[in-house]
């Protein structure tokens, strides 16, 4: 079925323009290569981008920000935090980071983002936060969310990293009622530094607390400290902190793709619209849409190959690469690693709706340099690959 002839078509490549290019060589050209002018511009960009008066705090990576907004909260040891099971291990992890447990539970089927009903369900004296995702950049429902969190006195950490920009009720993600929204940069986002992630809050205690413990504790900005005019060498180290701050090089990227998320969004909403059309009578569950009129992201197409067709997953993945497509999968869930399985004694009766998805989910290439040829490529490779 391989047709050498034809070029790989990769699971995702990011977009990067000659603004993103002149910026990172003025960065090099300057001698700030590591957190300085262009961080503080990003963060500033970022924050009336969002608007809605929050704070945004870079950092090297959405896990490291998950991480930062579960300490400012003050989460430790005998805590829990309550997640879904299908998401990237990060979104757990750095709960066992703070000596806190983690508690998993199922996904909606028809959202396939955290199952409101089964939060309640979990909720004890130790519990402290949730932790919802918003899968593939479609929002979780964040109205009943923070209405439980209200209700039981818990905080409330968004993993936005699929959900730039999603809108929840009218309403950016990152706007909401929640305490910490944390956004991911990666090079397969829907708008990527390379490496890198934004914390984002109204709390300007959390916010403190963040930009302290992203750089070793330390409590002075690095940029100011070298940049003062006057002698500003001494510098206190009020707590031990962490190695997490992003590099001008990084922002330089990020100050150019932030003005081109919303017409990044437009592309992949095209793309996803016309995967929709052209699959609809394929034996496939299509990815669940927006809410209403709510914008999706649409970072992943995540299609579920139905109960007739002949193929199972491995097997039509392995044909989509001989045809030349690259696949991903989203996700092999949490409660299948062999850590958090052995650790916390799950099975996959324990998580019914998500045990299903991941038997029968694969994730079709969606990026904004796709052509219509590419498109179309990736429809017919599918076709052919049902068979």
């Not at 963060?43 to 991480?67: C, K, P, Q, Y």
């Not at 003005?259 to 996803?272: E, L, N, S």
């Not at 699959?279 to 496939?284: E, T």
């Not at 019914?352 to 017919?380: G, N």
Request: charged fraction near 20%; proline fraction near 5%; charge should be negative.
């Amino acid at each position: 079925m391989s047709n050498s002839s034809v070029p790989f078509l990769p699971f995702a490549l990011p977009e990067i323009g000659e603004e993103e290019i002149a910026e990172v060589v003025s960065s090099l050209r300057s001698g700030w290569v590591t957190s300085g002018p262009k961080v503080k511009q990003f963060e500033r960009d970022f924050e009336e981008w969002l608007g809605g008066g929050v704070e945004a705090i870079s950092v090297n990576s959405a896990t490291a920000g998950l991480h930062l907004a579960l300490e400012a909260l003050g989460i430790g040891p005998g805590d829990e935090v309550i997640t879904t099971t299908h998401t990237f291990t990060a979104t757990a992890e750095v709960i066992r980071y703070l000596g806190a447990d983690p508690v998993f539970v199922d996904v909606d089927a028809d959202t396939l983002c955290i199952d409101v009903d089964a939060i309640e369900q979990v909720i004890t004296t130790r519990t402290r936060a949730i932790i919802p995702v918003h899968f593939a950049g479609r929002s979780a429902d964040m109205g009943k969310i923070i209405d439980i969190a209200k209700r039981h006195g818990l905080k409330v950490i968004e993993d936005a990293a699929h959900a730039l920009p999603t809108t929840c009720d009218g309403r950016l993600i990152g706007t909401l009622e929640s305490d910490v929204t944390v956004f991911s940069f990666y090079a397969n986002k829907t708008i990527t530094t390379g490496e890198g992630g934004m914390v984002v809050t109204r709390n300007a205690e959390i916010a403190k607390r963040a930009r302290i413990m992203r750089l070793h504790g330390i409590n002075r900005d690095a940029f100011d400290r070298f940049t003062a005019k006057v002698p500003s060498w001494y510098y206190e180290i009020v707590a031990p902190g962490f190695k997490y701050n992003l590099t001008d090089i990084a922002a330089s990227i990020g100050i150019h793709q932030l003005k081109k998320a919303h017409a990044f969004q437009q592309k992949r909403q095209y793309i996803a619209d016309r995967y929709n059309d052209a699959l609809a009578s394929l034996p496939l569950i299509l990815p669940p849409k927006a809410a209403g009129s709510d914008t999706h992201s649409w970072h992943l197409y995540v299609i579920q190959l139905a109960g007739d067709v002949a193929v199972d997953r491995a097997e039509f993945i392995e044909r989509m690469f001989a045809l030349g497509v690259g696949m991903s999968v989203h996700y092999v869930p949490l409660h299948q690693q062999p850590y958090w399985r052995d650790t916390y004694g799950l099975t996959p009766e324990m998580f019914p709706v998500s045990q299903k998805i991941y038997e029968r989910t694969a994730t079709l290439p969606l990026y904004t340099r796709m052509t219509d040829a590419d498109i179309d490529r990736v429809v017919c490779a599918v076709k052919e690959s049902l068979k």
